[in-house]
């Protein structure tokens, strides 16, 4: 009897040393699969190995690592985050700092704000502060400008720059922090290194034409008007950044009391190259300039070309507002939106044909806006990566009998869910804004147009009391006029403006009028 | 009728009419609560500035821009092909070579020539052929030199197909040269250009050039004739020193 209990005691060890050994040999497996680049039959392995209850907790633990590591190589990084976290929020501590590092290089690839907070959180500095690159840095800065910690950010993007002095998006960074703190000198210093990185790249480099106008900003921010405009005008025509440099230009010529020249501008700016934009505020300028010349019956055509554009978009707004837009909705705008971007640039031009088609609620030129809030743009990025992660999985997973792909499927349906719900907050969110800025605008257009009515009236019973200064006037402007043509200078050509506009005239513009204002 | 019955149907005309107003009133307060018609967002999709500035308004605005192919204190240097468009009996080509220089944007000195090599028209052979006349004396040009002063006057830009911008001038040439004839027979020439430089770059362009020449030459019954000549030339033309882009 003892024998056979021996015997049985005996087979119980040797069943139970043969199962460890089968996952033990399972593990070892799915590891020699991950090196060599077999990701997606080491993931189902490792996953079988994670679900595996009689496993030994430090072996499950290698095996959700080294599922998230296989999950990463497979370039589904929002699935791969699942078991990286796991590894994290474990007692075991030999995956952790290795796991948080993945985590950050994840929030990186899936532009994750939130993780990235969470991996930064869970990370300790003093641990792995010899061996962070800038890049780590980088990210904690970000962490600390997102919070509103502007001395945290500046401190850790020293660092970071300190460790690659050409990190780009470190020294955009550490310049919009010091002008947060209003320190515009360093900002504008920042720029200039940043700009410097950028020497002998093409004028027309998207990064080379933010910076010089985000430097022009930088110097208006400090008041230092003409150097903004320095490099206001240094913006290449044909990058995106020249038309947002317009009104900001309209405006610094305004504060540098130059009125002619911010009237030229604006007029290159309210040409049918630049209809398809959300530019409000470049009215509001235009009919102030305007009335500032005593020229009433000019500001109020702009001031009635505001209406007829922009009255009934305040309403569109406020309607969709109350609307409760769910995901589709929001979807439809952005897809709708996208579809004529999309068409724009790759005919290089505006499509009048697109945008006729077009079906959006909200009308274009306010959408495309929208689109570059930067909130919208991170979230909506994040989703159509998480969308396409989610058909890859189909492709990679859907032909091969495995437990790993439900899995992954009720990972992308959560997240794809949350997303939905997220992108319809921001994108109300968004809409709101716009609204908020909007009626703004529409406030003191209504205000500029009592001046004018006002000035009007003044310039009206002055006038009629004092015709011979009128007339004078009227002579003085055509006088000035030719004066200005003539002092042309000899390599520049002038051309009269008979309603047309060609493309290549665009920040050629000039404004002759002079003032009509009368002194009582 | 009875001054009653007018009175009644004046009340009634005036409550029909208050009840119109009524009702339009009420119509006009629904357009204003009314939701925005696709059609209007559709509109608003772009925004119109086409009436921004009356037309009064015009004058107050122009364009000053820089010129695409500035000519000032530059060499051009030109070579094309040449024909006489003006001669009936021989079909003349050649090859030109020219140099300016351009003291400012309008004016400048240059000089030009070329070498032509001309066959008697299918006509003119004919004669020869088959009626045996003797075809030598019908001229034709040899080459032709010249200097000339040079005048632009006009610019303007072409729009191709709405997509690309092209510049241009109109320049007038004035000069004298010289000219040499099939009998090798030389004569001072006067000549006139009219031509246009299309911009291609900020250091090159093409050039379309009608030159007429005005020079003696022989005749059979009137040893020396005033002859005419229209030359058309297309060359292209590069500017140096090369400038920046601008």
Same mark, same amino acid.
């Given at each position: ?23 033990? @040999?399972? +593990? ?5 699969? %991950?090196?060599? *680049?077999?990701?997606?039959?080491? &993931? $189902?392995?490792? =996953? ?120 780009? @998006?470190? +020294? ?5 922090? %010091?002008?947060? *703190?209003?320190?515009?000198?360093? &900002? $504008?210093?920042? =720029? ?329 | ?246």
């Amino acid at each position: 009897m003892r024998f056979f209990k021996t015997l049985s005691i005996v087979f119980l060890i040797c069943g139970l040393v043969s199962v460890a050994s089968a996952d033990l @040999a399972l +593990l070892k497996q799915g590891v020699s699969d %991950y090196k060599n *680049k077999s990701f997606v039959n080491a &993931a $189902i392995k490792f =996953y079988d190995l994670t679900k595996n209850n009689s496993l030994d907790e430090e072996l499950k633990i290698k095996a959700e690592y080294y599922l998230g590591l296989s999950l990463y190589s497979l370039k589904l990084y929002q699935a791969s985050s699942y078991p990286i976290v796991k590894v994290i929020q474990s007692k075991s501590n030999k995956y952790k700092k290795k796991s948080l590092l993945k985590l950050i290089a994840i929030s990186n690839k899936l532009g994750d704000q939130r993780m990235l907070d969470f991996a930064l959180s869970a990370i300790d500095v003093n641990d792995i502060q010899k061996s962070a690159d800038d890049i780590y840095y980088f990210k904690l800065a970000s962490l600390s400008y997102d919070k509103g910690d502007m001395s945290g950010a500046i401190n850790h993007l020293k660092t970071s720059i300190g460790r690659n002095p050409k990190n780009e @998006a470190a +020294l955009n960074l550490l310049a919009l922090s %010091y002008l947060k *703190k209003n320190e515009t000198e360093n &900002a $504008i210093n920042s =720029y200039l290194k940043l700009l410097e990185l950028y020497d002998g790249r093409e004028s027309s480099h998207i990064k080379r034409s933010y910076t010089v106008l985000n430097t022009a900003r930088a110097y208006f921010q400090a008041k230092k008007y003409a150097q903004a405009v320095e490099f206001y005008i240094k913006i290449y025509k044909n990058s995106e950044a020249y038309r947002e440099s317009l009104p900001e230009l309209g405006w610094t010529y305004f504060y540098l009391g130059q009125y002619a020249k911010a009237q030229g501008v604006l007029q290159s700016l309210h040409s049918p190259f630049y209809e398809n934009f959300f530019e409000p505020e470049s009215l509001v300028l235009r009919a102030i300039l305007l009335n500032y010349n005593c020229n009433s019956e000019a500001a109020e055509v702009v001031v009635n070309n505001y209406n007829s554009n922009y009255s009934n978009i305040l309403k569109i707004l406020t309607d969709w507002a109350a609307l409760k837009a769910n995901i589709i909705d929001v979807m439809a705008e952005v897809n709708y939106a996208n579809e004529v971007l999309l068409n724009e640039k790759s005919k290089k031009e505006s499509s009048i044909e697109t945008i006729k088609n077009y079906g959006g609620k909200i009308p274009f030129k306010v959408t495309r806006t929208m689109l570059k809030d930067s909130r919208l743009k991170a979230i909506t990025d994040t989703f159509l990566i998480i969308k396409n992660e989610s058909e890859s999985t189909k492709k990679l997973f859907g032909n091969i009998q495995n437990s790993l792909k439900p899995y992954l499927d009720s990972i992308y349906d959560d997240r794809i869910n949350f997303y939905n719900n997220q992108i319809v907050v921001i994108f109300n969110k968004v809409v709101q804004g716009l609204e908020k800025k909007l009626s703004y605008y529409t406030q003191q257009m209504m205000f500029v147009n009592y001046e004018i009515i006002d000035e009007k009236k003044k310039q009206t019973r002055v006038r009629s009391n004092q015709a011979d200064q009128f007339t004078e006037v009227s002579d003085r402007q055509e006088k000035n006029k030719k004066i200005k043509i003539s002092s042309v200078s000899k390599d520049m050509k002038y051309w009269p403006f008979d309603g047309e506009f060609w493309k290549d005239e665009i920040g050629n513009t000039l404004y002759f009028g002079e003032s009509l204002c009368v002194q009582e | 009728m009875k001054i009653r019955h007018l009175i009644n149907i004046f009340l009634g005309i005036c409550l029909l009419l208050i009840n119109f107003k009524i009702f339009a009133a009420e119509d006009s307060s629904e357009v204003v609560n009314k939701a925005i018609s696709v059609k209007t967002i559709k509109k608003l999709n772009i925004s119109d500035y086409s009436k921004i500035i009356p037309a009064s308004e015009y004058s107050n605005y122009g364009v000053v821009q820089k010129i695409e192919l500035p000519k000032s204190s530059r060499v051009q240097i030109k070579t094309g092909v040449t024909t006489v468009m003006s001669d009936a009996f021989a079909s003349s080509y050649g090859l030109s070579l020219g140099a300016v220089y351009n003291f400012d944007e309008t004016w400048g000195v240059g000089i030009g020539g070329a070498a032509y090599s001309s066959n008697q028209t299918s006509q003119i052979s004919n004669i020869n052929k088959t009626q045996m006349q003797n075809t030598d004396n019908f001229l034709s040009l040899k080459n032709s030199t010249n200097a000339s002063i040079y005048i632009t006057p006009m610019h303007g830009k072409w729009s191709v197909f709405n997509d690309k911008i092209l510049p241009f001038e109109v320049y007038l040439a004035f000069g004298s040269g010289q000219v040499t004839d099939s009998l090798s027979k030389s004569s001072s020439a006067t000549s006139a250009s009219l031509g246009q430089l299309i911009s291609l770059t900020n250091s090159s362009a093409a050039d379309i050039n009608l030159q007429w020449l005005s020079y003696t030459s022989k005749n059979l019954i009137n040893p020396d004739q005033l002859t005419n000549s229209m030359l058309l030339t297309v060359s292209y033309s590069i500017f140096w020193p090369f400038v920046e882009n601008r």
